[in-house]
């Protein structure tokens, strides 16, 4: 199903960016409202439920021992995952995996991967045979715009409520302790925050009618000190080096903002 | 015997009377009771009981007026998206005669348009026509969506509230039985207007509306709030089975 934005949508959004409004009457640098509940789901190792506005994604984290990769015997395994369901949004249809989930599960896992959230090395239990593969799985409940940012959110939200059993060697065997839990070994914090140019204006957190009339859309994942770990692009159109570099100088001061809602620890 | 009192919220299966009155829409029979299928309020005429649901999908009638964006092209006819489960189809002999003219150059994938449903057959294929007063393209302005069992209340009695709306604003309004809702004026008011209108539908099925709504109004331009009026005696309730649709 192919969306059709009417045009005069698009004139009066854009008109309204070119006086410096957005259609909600938020400021250029606003996030919608947002929510965080971390453990919410029993079954799973960690969870988190991030609500941007009306978007909202549930995400779980799911540890499991497995070999690691021949060309990285000694570090764990992170893998990520995503699931746009028919429910979020008329144009989600059932089925294999469309781009978009693709992107999202992606520009995700690179953000947390390029940050270090997780020192993967201290997730290896044997060298070469056994370390802890942890899944991260994002089901996108409401779609109204800005997946990736409160996908990274959530994302990093069920990191930190994750917890794993302590594991030893004795002998052959692996023990795994079930009694004690330990919390994931995490190095770093890192969010992200998308940008859409609409009628040459960068506004934050597009919602999905920005976003569906949007020219162009950066991604910039960024750690808790303010360097780059991720960026993504999207939208037909370029961006000007200037807006880019605008772009990151914004990022720093928003993600300080953001990372307000990660729980504290 | 009648269980429930007027206006008032049911769910699906409430009993609401027996037979001696008749079922009308959103209702059934069972057992020799009228029953509520939906969540709404209930609308008694005379012997006649029908329930209005809280929120809706947009079922073409024949004589509507909708407002529809065209969402394809093809080779006699343009497709378009009326805000239902139903898609309407506009044909080039409706537009051009029997002249034979190139179709996007008249209207292109992404315009509104306001039409009438000139008829909806069995399978719920619904013709639209441009012929009509005030029916054509819409240029600038936004477009706001409500539930389009909201569209009588919206446009109130004779057009009370929609005219109050148009006059506080001084926005050209035009509202489709579909539930879009044209608004074109500064772009200050046209947001007011939208505002209104959300709260309009919000509220749609609480008494005193016009007052508030005109409170809001006042409120929203910074305008002195009006001096106590002689409150009306009682709520001016549309008739929600025949909502009258505006025509500029």
Request: proline share 5%.
């Amino acid at each position: 199903m192919v969306i059709i934005i009417p045009e005069i949508i698009k004139e009066s959004v854009t008109n309204l960016m070119k006086n410096g409004e957005r259609s909600d009457d938020r400021g250029f640098d606003d996030y919608r409202e947002i929510s965080l509940e971390t453990g919410v789901i029993k079954k799973a190792e960690g969870s988190a439920r991030v609500k941007i506005g009306n978007t909202q994604i549930m995400v779980g984290t799911k540890p499991q021992i497995g070999e690691p990769f021949s060309d990285t015997p000694n570090v764990g395994v992170l893998m990520t995952n995503s699931e746009l369901i028919p429910m979020a949004a008329p144009d989600f249809e059932p089925g294999p995996p469309d781009e978009r989930s693709v992107e999202l599960a992606r520009v995700t896992d690179r953000c947390m991967r390029e940050a270090g959230v997780l020192d993967l090395e201290k997730l290896a239990i044997v060298e070469g045979e056994k370390v802890w593969m942890i899944f991260l799985d994002l089901h996108i409940l409401d779609y109204d715009g800005n997946l990736m940012d409160a996908a990274v959110l959530g994302s990093m939200a069920a990191i930190m409520d994750t917890k794993i059993p302590e594991t030893r060697v004795e002998g052959d065997e692996i023990i795994i302790d079930r009694e004690k839990m330990i919390p994931l070994p995490i190095k770093e914090k890192a969010l992200m925050c998308t940008f859409a140019k609409i009628g040459g204006e960068l506004v934050v957190d597009p919602s999905l009618e920005e976003e569906q009339i949007l020219d162009a859309r950066i991604s910039i994942g960024m750690r808790e000190d303010g360097s780059i770990c991720a960026m993504q692009k999207g939208g037909m159109k370029p961006l000007t080096k200037d807006e880019i570099i605008k772009a990151v100088s914004r990022t720093q001061k928003i993600t300080k903002n953001l990372m307000e809602h990660l729980p504290h620890n | 015997m009648i269980f429930i009192e007027d206006k008032e919220m049911v769910i699906p299966g409430d009993v609401l009377a027996d037979d001696e009155y008749h079922s009308g829409r959103g209702t059934f029979k069972e057992d020799g009771k009228i029953c509520s299928s939906l969540v709404g309020l209930v609308a008694v005429r005379d012997k006649k009981i029908s329930v209005i649901p809280l929120q809706s999908k947009y079922i073409p009638k024949r004589g509507d007026v909708v407002i529809g964006e065209i969402t394809d092209i093809r080779f006699s006819m343009w497709n378009l998206d009326i805000n239902s489960p139903y898609s309407g189809i506009l044909p080039a002999s409706d537009v051009f005669g029997k002249e034979k003219r190139d179709l996007n150059r008249t209207f292109d994938v992404g315009d509104v348009l306001f039409l009438r449903v000139v008829d909806v057959d069995e399978v719920k294929k619904v013709k639209l026509g441009l012929k009509g007063r005030g029916l054509g393209k819409f240029r600038d302005g936004i477009l706001i969506y409500i539930t389009p069992t909201k569209v009588p209340r919206l446009i109130g009695k004779k057009g009370s509230m929609i005219n109050m709306i148009k006059d506080e604003t001084k926005c050209e309004v035009v509202v489709g039985q579909n539930g879009v809702v044209w608004v074109k004026g500064e772009p200050t008011m046209e947001r007011v207007a939208e505002k209104v209108i959300n709260m309009i539908e919000e509220q749609a099925h609480t008494s005193g509306l016009t007052d508030r709504v005109r409170n809001m109004l006042f409120e929203l331009l910074g305008k002195e709030k009006p001096s106590e009026e002689p409150k009306e005696d009682e709520e001016q309730e549309e008739d929600v089975e025949n909502g009258e649709e505006l025509i500029q």
